[in-house]
């Protein structure tokens, strides 16, 4: 089944989670008023309206946090030291921890890209599948052993690799979201519009106006906001006419702009405020 670039969303969409996927993670989807969201999956932990989130923090040694390497047994047996231009799978062994297992479908819907050095880096392809894996594995196959990686349909490499390549891969951003941390720990991906239970898709908004949770200070139009670093899922911004800039901009992940200045005192006590978010378009 295909999905249109942009899913027209209405507002009850938007504010229904489900426990079943009716889309591809990442799909866009806008509202008629303007806003964007992308389709989601929750992680473990409950979401609550209005919160910050983040993707979860990606471990495994098979991702770009460790350089993964073309099996020399799946050289051996296509009987070449390239892997060809058009093909539409890889078989990989990850350097790191050799008690490392990834299980079934754990990349699904994520990313595999050639990095490193070589004159093939910087394709970067959808994942369709992967196998139950474990990198102190020698064999492979796409049912165990090292890392079976199948790319979705309408993916393949368009120049050759071979063993020199370095290959990484990484989960969905969108796959496992959680409320974001004081230092963020992964990517910022949006806020809900509703309450999410465990473990539910659901629609996260990334763009257009937004009603976020904030710290207590002053709320200025036009100022920057960016991940609070008090308060997880809060937001926090500047004070008078100092906008963020260096290191606080860096560490906290800027987020987007207020829309309306107050000087009411409820509302700077720490409450959701409206916000121009700019994460994703």
């Given at each position: 089944?295909?999905?249109?670039?942009?899913?027209?969303?209405?507002?009850?969409?938007?504010?229904?989670?489900?426990?079943?996927?009716?889309?591809?993670?990442?799909?866009?989807?806008?509202?008629?008023?303007?806003?964007?969201?992308?389709?989601?999956?929750?992680?473990?932990?409950?979401?609550?309206?209005?919160?910050?989130?983040?993707?979860?923090?990606?471990?495994?040694?098979?991702?770009?946090?460790?350089?993964?390497?073309?099996?020399?047994?799946?050289?051996?047996?296509?009987?070449?030291?390239?892997?060809?231009?058009?093909?539409?799978?890889?078989?990989?062994?990850?350097?790191?921890?050799?008690?490392?297992?990834?299980?079934?479908?754990?990349?699904?819907?994520?990313?595999?890209?050639?990095?490193?050095?070589?004159?093939?880096?910087?394709?970067?392809?959808?994942?369709k599948t992967n196998n139950v894996a474990s990198s102190g594995s020698t064999g492979y196959s796409a049912t165990g052993g090292q890392l079976y990686v199948e790319f979705e349909a309408g993916y393949a490499l368009s120049d050759p690799i071979d063993t020199a390549a370095e290959v990484s891969v990484c989960e969905n951003e969108y796959d496992g979201v959680v409320v974001s941390a004081t230092t963020a720990t992964a990517e910022l991906v949006g806020v809900p519009a509703v309450n999410v239970a465990a473990s539910r898709y659901f629609w996260i908004q990334t763009w257009g106006p937004c009603a976020m949770?904030?710290?207590?200070?002053?709320?200025?139009?036009?100022?920057?906001?960016?991940?609070?670093?008090?308060?997880?899922?809060?937001?926090?911004?500047?004070t008078g006419s100092t906008d963020i800039t260096g290191t606080d901009a860096i560490a906290g992940g800027i987020v987007g702009r207020i829309v309306q200045s107050s000087a009411d005192a409820v509302l700077q006590a720490s409450c959701n405020i409206l916000v121009h978010l700019t994460l994703a378009p």
């Open positions: 089944m295909s999905f249109p670039y942009t899913v027209p969303l209405t507002d009850k969409e938007v504010r229904t989670p489900t426990t079943t996927q009716r889309a591809p993670l990442g799909t866009r989807g806008a509202t008629p008023d303007g806003r964007i969201f992308r389709y989601a999956k929750n992680g473990a932990t409950a979401l609550t309206k209005g919160l910050l989130c983040q993707g979860k923090v990606q471990t495994t040694a098979w991702s770009n946090t460790t350089a993964s390497y073309i099996s020399t047994a799946f050289l051996t047996e296509l009987g070449t030291t390239d892997i060809a231009a058009g093909t539409t799978y890889l078989h990989l062994t990850a350097t790191g921890d050799t008690d490392l297992t990834v299980t079934k479908d754990l990349f699904k819907e994520g990313w595999i890209w050639v990095s490193g050095t070589a004159t093939s880096a910087g394709q970067l392809m959808k994942i949770k904030s710290e207590a200070e002053a709320i200025t139009s036009g100022k920057t906001v960016w991940n609070s670093t008090q308060t997880a899922g809060c937001i926090q911004g500047v």
